[in-house]
């Protein structure tokens, strides 16, 4: 009799931990959820194995790929089109990206279109990250074809005072952009040092780039988020660069792009002094800009001189 009860109660609590854990992992399913996202909304229902994830862009939603970092021309249509309420507010520190945001035109793909309109009454030309490459024109401007920007150098600057080699430097920076953003370490080429600044060269053309293949200027901005304290990532997903197995901090990112093609913005329309310095710069003097960029930095002045040097050293080229 109680041998009885007692294996009636042990069958019945199996029994409801059973149900209880199924209804856990039924509510939960901890691998379907936004990743690179956070307003991305993802459901593993509907019968297919797949995580299936969306985003709203304005009033639209757009399916995305939430295991990897979102096309910038998307991110910045959402942005640029984002309710108040939606978006936090900006940082203090943050920065506004060259022109000022923009409601970016994109591919079906997410990839920037070409040419880019301003109330349809000004028209310019970007790279394949967006940003301006051209003067602007009105409405007829033509862009013939997208222009991919191939390199990006991200600049930034230390944050503390840690005694490390340069070397674990590297290597932290390198398992942060393959883990956190997916990219392929073929891509970083390079990571150079020079007082408290440290740079970061991505390369990448079209060639090398397959269609699964992150991009590099997707990776950049999503990194420039993250050291600005204005992530795009789920909020579970901290930022955290381990150098040595502790946080290394660092500030003040400045991305500069380049393309594969000369810019086309004439000399007088290249004002100096603009917020984010944003550079599309003329492949064949990177070498020299480069150069001139971790002199200037020396002498404790970086930040706007380079617009002016590029002026000056495109003056000189022509
Ligand atoms: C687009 O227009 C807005 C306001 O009309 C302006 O603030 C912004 O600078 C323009 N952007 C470009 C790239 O012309
Ligand atoms: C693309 O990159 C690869 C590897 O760096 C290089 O060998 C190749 O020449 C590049 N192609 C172009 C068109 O620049
Ligand atoms: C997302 O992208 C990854 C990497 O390219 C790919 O393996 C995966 O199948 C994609 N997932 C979906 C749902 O498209
Ligand atoms: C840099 O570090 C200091 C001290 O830890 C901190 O107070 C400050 O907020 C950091 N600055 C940035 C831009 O992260």
Known sequence: MNQRKMQLSTVLRLGVTVTLLALVV???????????HYQGKCDSSGGSPDCQCTISIGSNTQSVNCTKPIPKCWLMKKESLGTKGGRRQKPKTALIDNDGLYDPDCEINGVFKARQCNNTETCWCVNSAGVRRT???????????????????????????????????????KNLFMNRYGLAE???????????????????????????????????????????????????????????????????????????????????HLTPGIIAVIVVVVLAIVAGIAVLIFTRRKRGKYEKAEMKELNEMQTQSI
């Open 135 to 173: 003067d602007k024109g009105d409405k007829n401007w033509k862009c013939p074809e997208l222009v991919r920007t191939n390199w990006i150098i991200i600049e930034m600057k230390r944050n503390n005072t840690d005694s490390v080699s340069e070397d674990a430097i590297k290597q932290g920076i």
């Open 26 to 36: 039924q509510a939960q399913n901890p691998a379907c959820k936004c990743r690179t």
């Open 186 to 268: 073929k891509y970083i080429s390079d990571i150079e040092f020079d007082g408290d600044y440290i740079d970061i060269n991505l390369k990448q053309n079209g060639s090398q780039k397959s269609p699964d293949d992150v991009d590099i200027t997707d990776v950049g901005y999503y990194f420039e988020k993250d050291v600005k304290g204005d992530p795009i990532f789920n909020s579970d997903e901290k930022f955290d660069m381990q150098v040595n197995g502790k946080s290394f901090a660092v500030k003040e990112p400045l991305i500069y792009y380049l393309d594969e093609k000369p810019h086309e913005i004439s000399m007088k």
